[in-house]
């Protein structure tokens, strides 16, 4: 890293270049903002995720990226159709929904690089260390071949459930849940174009699922309880087996990740200062998983209002949460149909207080 980047002035810094980050810097680039996208890993980047573009994903990239999503970024089979849960009394629910199967890594390479299309400066293999609020700025520490400093009026933390800045800012710790799932060589009596969600609580402590990428089976289970993940995937895969089929030939890879356990009243933190967070650090995180879509309209929504009231950290804050005020609409509904569906999730319905 050159000695350049030594106390580099941006006005946005954006930490985390997933579609949460990459939908602000590019929303700010294209204001014409300096702005510095940060990822600490390097890109293309590895995300332990489903990769089920819902239907307003897909419309959402369109809305903010003003493409179509490539079929490079895809995987088979190409055409998601909709969910299928079965419930803790085993009754099964389909949803019918289009919907697109992506390789994470690919697509959200794919955004970061939309973002940079429109000005935006991508760092990767660069970690941020802390954010230090001083007068009218925010030094940030960073760290990539070395460990170095650059100033931003604002900062905007997309870093998920697994980043720092916002566990230093809030001197707060965060409630996880850890997800387990297989990739696998095999065969199984159900139709692939669709992703399937368990709510048993026999078979998880969250829920369990089932989809396809490139004829690779993907099994997984999560538990708020870690040490509980072996115990649950056993009694998953038995109950795939008993019920539809399953063969598994081989098994290619495993792998776990954390995502943020809603609570009832889906509490949402919208920043500390100037220093403003967005998609999963923020508490935006849909049932399943599913915080593409929260992802991407919360770091539209926050860089809309640092647009619209740069220089006035109180009216951004308070455009944010206006700007935001739907997606929690969209959020708590969801988790109340969950709620209505499962016992597992009884205490997220909307009439529960």
Known sequence: ????????????????????????????????????????FRM?????????????????????????IPLSVTCTPIDNRGMIFTTDKGKEYRFEQEGLNVWRSSFDNWLAQG???????????????????????????????????????YVIDCEGV?????????????????TYQTFNHGSIELDLHYFYAYLQPELSGYDAWFNVKDDK?????????RAALPEYYDCFIKYMKDNHSLNITDQL?????????????????????????????AGFLN?????????????HAVASAICK?????????????????????????QWDFVGNMADTFSNMKLSVK
């Open 1 to 40: 890293m050159s000695d350049s980047n030594q106390n580099r002035k941006y006005d946005i810094i954006v930490i985390g270049a997933g579609p949460t980050g990459s939908t602000a810097a590019k929303a700010l680039s294209e204001k014409g903002y300096d702005v510095l996208l940060a990822e600490k």
């Open 44 to 68: 293309p980047r590895y995300k332990s995720c489903s990769g089920v573009l819902i239907k307003k994903s897909m419309e959402l990239v369109k809305k903010y990226f003003g493409e179509e």
């Open 115 to 153: 973002a940079v299309s429109s000005g935006a400066e991508l760092r990767d293999n660069t970690s941020v260390i802390s954010c230090e609020e001083s007068s009218d700025k925010v030094i940030v520490t960073m760290q990539g071949e070395k460990i170095y400093t650059a100033e931003a009026d």
């Open 162 to 178: 697994v980043g720092s800045v916002k566990r230093k800012l809030l001197r707060q710790e965060q409630d996880y849940i850890t």
């Open 217 to 225: 089976l993907v099994l997984g289970v999560a538990a708020e309880n």
């Open 253 to 281: 890879k495993e792998e776990k990740w954390l995502m943020p356990k809603i609570k009832p009243g889906c509490h949402v933190d919208f920043g500390k200062g100037r220093v403003f967070f967005a998609g999963e650090a």
């Open 287 to 299: 049932p399943m998983g599913e915080g593409i879509s929260a992802g991407m309209e919360s770091g």
């Open 309 to 333: 009231h740069f220089g006035n950290t109180e009216l951004i804050y308070s455009e944010y949460k206006k700007l935001a005020s739907q997606i929690w609409v969209y959020m708590s509904r």
